[in-house]
């Protein structure tokens, strides 16, 4: 694996050269992103100018969104698909690797495809030629991932990614111990020969990152991926409780690509409620000779349930506690390839759609 930086200048100019007839696609899955996609498509705008551009096609992939992503994409000069415009007559299926999956369904004509994730601020003004530079420039690249220095809280520091670093990154270590040296696997900035991608299958959920790499490798080796520095990346960072069904789906497929069993079960999260605040009682009178039981909670002697004690229960945390169940429900898409010759059907069927 190597890693790459370019600088800007004259470096676009010799990527340009370097295209050597090929047509580059910037793919931006996005979901409810209004804040955020006008901004990003404004500054990837320029790649796509003048009569030898860097970028041949800035398609914004819309993902359901509910609020005015697709319109301030499209104002903001993209190309925009919805899920259903992009593969007509395929139910549509939740997820950021759904929508990945459709548009390189739909690139017949790219021959690199590099996906951004809708919701960076202020990315590095050179993001997609870094991204593009080792695909072509070095022979037998396939596969660039990027990665950022990613505060969570502020303009410093590098505590964002916690997915990656809490589990990604110590599952590669454990399972593939040859993919240890990539940075950030979950990283959604990343670009490949559409070749590749046509051959590789597409989780549905936040499984699609993990998926693609595992399968890469596994396909041409790790000597084909390269790694880009893409400064610092900022981004809607969500709350921790959010974070269970992410891992979760990463988890199942990184399970699957490496051929460990998984039960397919979901995630319960559990969240404290608000309590509110309780009207003082009066002090009982001690009985005469009565000696004061400091420190037991009030119910937990005399028969009461453990729920109104205070402790814990088998089936999760008792009353003041809210339950979430996650399902799991993310699925495989097929390669694209396959799918865009008519050689499997793009709704799998059978032993084909499990999960992860």
């Not at 919805?82 to 950021?96: D, T, Y």
């Not at 759904?98 to 790219?110: G, Q, S, Y």
């Not at 990539?182 to 046509?198: K, M």
């Not at 396909?219 to 893409?230: E, H, K, P, S």
Request: hydrophobic share 40%.
């Amino acid at each position: 694996m190597t890693r790459s930086t370019v600088e800007a200048g004259g470096v676009r100019d010799r990527l340009v050269a370097a295209k050597d007839g090929r047509r580059v696609a910037v793919v931006l899955p996005a979901l409810d992103e209004e804040a955020t996609i006008g901004p990003l498509v404004t500054g990837l705008l320029p790649l796509t100018a003048g009569p030898s551009p860097l970028v041949d096609d800035l398609l914004v992939l819309d993902s359901g969104s509910t609020d005015r992503t697709a319109a301030r994409a499209a104002e903001a000069g993209a190309r925009v698909l919805s899920r259903e415009a992009a593969l007509p007559g395929v139910p549509v299926l939740p997820g950021k690797g759904e929508a990945m999956w459709r548009a390189v369904v739909t690139l017949a004509d790219a021959d690199l495809v590099c996906f951004v994730d809708a919701d960076l601020t202020d990315p590095h003004p050179d993001l997609v030629p870094r991204l593009l530079a080792p695909l072509l420039t070095r022979p037998g690249a396939v596969l660039v991932k990027g990665y950022h220095r990613r505060p969570l809280d502020g303009p410093d520091g590098h505590d964002g990614g916690r997915v990656t670093e809490l589990l990604a990154r110590p599952l590669l270590a454990a399972l593939r111990p040859e993919l240890a040296a990539i940075a950030q696997p979950l990283g959604g900035e990343y670009a490949a020969t559409r070749t590749l991608l046509d051959r590789l299958r597409f989780a549905t959920g936040y499984g699609v990152d993990v998926g693609l790499l595992l399968d890469a490798a596994a396909a041409v080796g790790t000597g084909a991926i390269a790694q880009a520095d893409l400064g610092v990346r900022r981004h809607r960072n969500r709350p921790l409780h959010e974070l269970g069904r992410t891992a979760r789906e990463v988890l199942a497929t990184a399970l699957d690509r490496c051929g460990v069993p998984d039960s397919g079960a979901g995630v319960v999260g559990y969240r404290p409620e608000p309590e509110p605040e309780p009207e003082p009682e009066p002090e009982p009178e001690p009985a005469p000779g009565s000696v004061p039981l400091a420190g037991v909670p009030a119910g937990a002697i005399g028969g009461v349930g453990a729920d109104e004690a205070g402790w814990s229960v088998p089936d999760g945390p008792g009353r003041g506690w809210r339950r979430e169940v996650r399902p799991l429900e993310q699925i495989d898409r097929p390669p694209p390839g396959e799918v865009r010759a008519g050689r499997v059907p793009a709704t799998p069927t059978g032993s084909s759609a499990r999960v992860g």
